[in-house]
């Protein structure tokens, strides 16, 4: 047991994806010192297993979750602002099936989707005739009329990460596969309890408050590691994905109504993949043991082949992954698809008790105005606090002259013209503008190190467990980068070797 001989930290932070790196960046920008602890890897769990969206949610509309969507869409423009190499807008190709949803209510909801959030990067909807085209052409006979409609592709899994950087940047101490085990209240003060997955070692620290931003897990978190009763809940929903090879062209989407009224979003993905979801499936095991199951690979090839002109079977999925969603339980008997995506939170603490907020429900594109209303629920323990500072602030790497990705790839690989293309864009678009700190000093693809792979090289890896917290093959391949989709076994397992003697060298 070590016990941390500083003075308490300002605010522990429990949980280290999109929400938990948002309220960390925001509070270290404020003047708080902030330790962030992370049971696993940044982002494992829900926040690197969604549709890869920052979207208002058209199909809210339904359910009049108006402050909502008009929430998520101004967070649409200041995301793309912020972080243009990781998230870009997506035209998207909804073919009109009328057993759903008459023609008028879809012009009524884009109308809205269009006008409630102040539009200003993304183009405006409007009908599309999918008879002459090239979006019509892969669609079955009976699609001929839809709608075309804008939302913003983005890396959830980096997204994280990069919010992670920018909380250490501003003096954040974060700590990942290290698990909060106990914190319990010392008058005006936490004494938590932290231990790292891979030595064991434990450490204690003290904190003036905590922030639960466990998702999944934050009424374990509340109740198991804090002892501290909750006043709401969450419904545990799992949404699975699959990737399939892509059988269109063309940089566009496409979003397929469902005859159970859900809208499954059918992605570009890495190139020549396709990126297929989600499913919509109440919850009730453990969220780390999700995984898909037969019955949802077959709902969405049915879909699929309702719409398109293929014959789309399980044989053909090469990879899938399933998250679970923590939405707030408003005690209602709605189905999964129809339970609010909105936020709640849970403040115990004060005349003296050390303070501590959870956070229940909410959605990736919003995490940012979650941290900022968080915050404000602890100012009162923090008066000094700064103010809100994050909506006009890039992240790392997103410092794109005019937030303009395609320019800055073509200037990025022009510079580098000794890189193959292939190479050049996916360090542009992954990295921004840090991809010039990434190159720093190489001037040929023999600099770049050990090659390990499809476009993988040892510089990449070098930067993820410098910079980016990396330990693990997966946090790599799977969340750093997409890079597993394209390594054999062989090549997989080298990657994982390498970072184990990376952790020994480090150790």
């Not at 804090?226 to 566009?252: C, D, E, M, P, Y």
Request: glycine share 10%.
């Amino acid at each position: 047991m070590v016990t941390e001989p500083t003075k308490p930290a300002d605010l522990l932070v429990i949980g280290g994806g999109i929400n938990g790196v948002g309220v960390a960046r925001d509070a270290a920008g404020r003047g708080l010192s902030v330790v962030l602890a992370e049971k696993d890897d940044l982002g494992e769990g829900t926040s690197s297993r969604t549709g890869k969206y920052i979207h208002g949610g058209l199909r809210y509309l339904e359910y009049y979750e108006f402050r909502l969507v008009r929430e998520a869409l101004i967070e649409r423009e200041v995301l793309l602002a912020a972080a243009p190499h990781v998230t870009w807008p997506l035209r998207l190709i909804l073919p009109h099936s009328p057993e759903q949803r008459p023609r008028w209510l879809i012009q009524l909801g884009l109308f809205l989707y269009d006008h409630l959030g102040g539009r200003k990067r993304i183009p405006a909807s409007g009908p599309v005739n999918l008879s002459s085209g090239s979006e019509g052409e892969v669609l079955r006979a009976p699609f001929r009329k839809g709608f075309a409609y804008y939302d913003c592709w983005v890396d959830d899994a980096r997204l994280v990460v990069l919010n992670a950087r920018d909380a250490a940047a501003r003096g954040a101490t974060v700590l990942t596969r290290t698990a909060v085990v106990a914190t319990r209240r010392e008058g005006d003060l936490w004494r938590a309890t932290l231990r790292d997955s891979d030595s064991g070692e434990t450490r204690t620290l003290h904190a003036r408050a905590v922030f639960n931003a466990g998702g999944p897990w934050v009424e374990r978190v509340l109740g198991t590691v804090a002892g501290v009763n909750a006043h709401r809940r969450i419904r545990l929903v799992k949404g699975s994905h699959i990737i399939t090879k892509r059988w269109w062209q063309g940089t566009h989407g496409y979003v397929l109504q469902n005859t159970d009224r859900r809208l499954i979003f059918v992605n570009p993905y890495q190139d020549d993949l396709a990126l297929v979801g989600t499913t919509d499936i109440p919850f009730d095991g453990r969220p780390e043991d999700a995984a898909i199951d037969g019955g949802e690979i077959d709902y969405l090839c049915t879909i699929l082949n309702r719409y398109f002109d293929l014959a789309m079977t399980p044989d053909q999925v090469l990879a899938s992954f399933s998250g679970v969603r923590p939405l707030f339980d408003d005690d209602s008997t709605k189905n999964a698809s129809a339970v609010t995506r909105d936020y709640e939170f849970d403040l115990s603490g004060g005349d003296g008790q050390a303070p501590i907020l959870s956070a229940f429900g909410g959605k990736l594109t919003t995490y940012r105005k979650l941290a900022e209303h968080g915050l404000e629920r602890l100012k009162p323990f923090f008066p000094t606090m700064g103010r809100p500072w994050t909506a006009g602030t890039p992240l790392p790497g997103g410092e794109l002259p005019n937030a303009d990705l395609t320019a800055w790839v073509a200037e990025f690989a022009h510079r580098h013209a000794w890189l193959p293309a292939s190479l050049a864009r996916h360090y542009a678009q992954t990295y921004g503008t840090d991809a010039t700190l990434l190159l720093d000093g190489a001037k040929a693809t023999a600099d770049l190190g050990r090659h390990f792979g499809g476009l993988l090289y040892e510089i990449e890896l070098q930067w993820a467990v410098e910079r980016e917290w990396a330990r693990r093959g997966a946090d790599v391949l799977e969340r750093r980068t997409k890079h597993g989709l394209f390594l054999t076994v062989d090549e997989r397992r080298a990657v994982a070797h390498w970072l184990a003697d990376a952790r020994r060298t480090a150790a």
